[in-house]
């Protein structure tokens, strides 16, 4: 696809993401808004998958470290045509397979069962290990938040990543600058997150404009050039990305719109369809 096409679906992605979480009143919209760029790059156009046949052993597969974005992941999933976009509307409800965080014996699609911050990078690991026992040919993708990192378990997985030259690995460290609360500054920044994977045996590359379709592509056809070592791409990214009243704002991490808040939201995101 196009980086034109792939930014129409982007924007698909958004509204999918909006209309869930105002329809479950409650969630995370605003690193799934920020996030929907790079995951519907990867969907539609870098990993090898197939909605048809979601557990094909040979797919590629993608862990959402930061589970509580499941929003974006769900609606870039419908997008792709893994279950009914209808679907996004049962958003945390009871009996929906459509949960807070992402549950991989409900969904289709879902390669991992992740919530708690920091430990889908070591799942990622593990499956980028095991394809390079089992002589696979598949790659891993992780996506975690700049807060996430504050965990020491990412760490541990890190540099087992690297002292192993997992180069079937790429993570994706979504640096918002934003967390519940408040700046990673006043909380606890891990900065500088490049030097510290480049520590740990990683090749890295600094995007920086995560949201702009041109730039992620680029980043990601690099690190698809990489070998001997895995990757880890920093993308600069913006909380709330495509919605005005949210965008950089850390209110909006785990917060749902309300009916007038909602229809300004797809009203502009329409505009930009």
């Not at 929003?71 to 945390?92: K, N, Q, V």
């Not at 990192?149 to 990412?154: K, M, N, R």
């Not at 895995?230 to 719109?257: L, N």
Request: with cysteine.
């Amino acid at each position: 696809m196009s980086d034109d096409e792939l930014k129409k679906v982007a924007n698909e992605v958004r509204r999918g993401i909006v209309t869930g979480v105002h329809a479950a009143k409650s969630g995370h919209p605003g690193g799934s808004l920020g996030a929907a760029d790079i995951i519907t790059y990867l969907y539609f156009e870098e990993m090898n998958i197939d909605p048809a046949d979601p557990a094909k052993p040979d797919r590629d597969r993608f862990v959402l470290s930061k589970g509580h974005c499941a929003p974006a992941l769900y609606s870039a999933l419908a997008s792709r045509g893994y279950f009914p976009r209808e679907d996004l509307e049962t958003l945390r409800h009871i009996g929906s397979h459509l949960q807070g965080h992402p549950n991989m014996s409900d969904t289709p699609g879902v390669d991992m069962s992740t919530g708690s911050l920091g430990q889908g990078i070591s799942a990622a690991v593990g499956m980028a290990l095991a394809a390079k026992h089992w002589g696979d040919a598949y790659r891993v993708f992780a996506l975690l938040g700049d807060g996430e990192v504050e965990e020491g378990q990412v760490w541990e997985a890190a540099m087992f990543a690297g002292n192993h030259a997992l180069d079937n690995l790429v993570v994706i460290v979504d640096h918002n600058g934003l967390q519940i609360d408040g700046t990673i500054e006043e909380v606890n920044s891990a900065m500088p997150i490049a030097d510290k994977f480049a520590a740990f045996g990683f090749q890295v590359i600094e995007l920086a404009d995560g949201n702009d379709m041109a730039q992620v592509r680029a980043a990601f056809e690099a690190a698809r050039a990489v070998s001997g070592k895995p990757v880890c791409i920093v993308a600069e990214t913006v909380k709330g990305k495509g919605v005005s009243f949210m965008e950089g704002q850390v209110g909006w991490h785990g917060k749902a719109p309300n009916d007038e808040q909602f229809e300004q939201a797809m009203a502009e995101l329409e505009k930009e369809a």
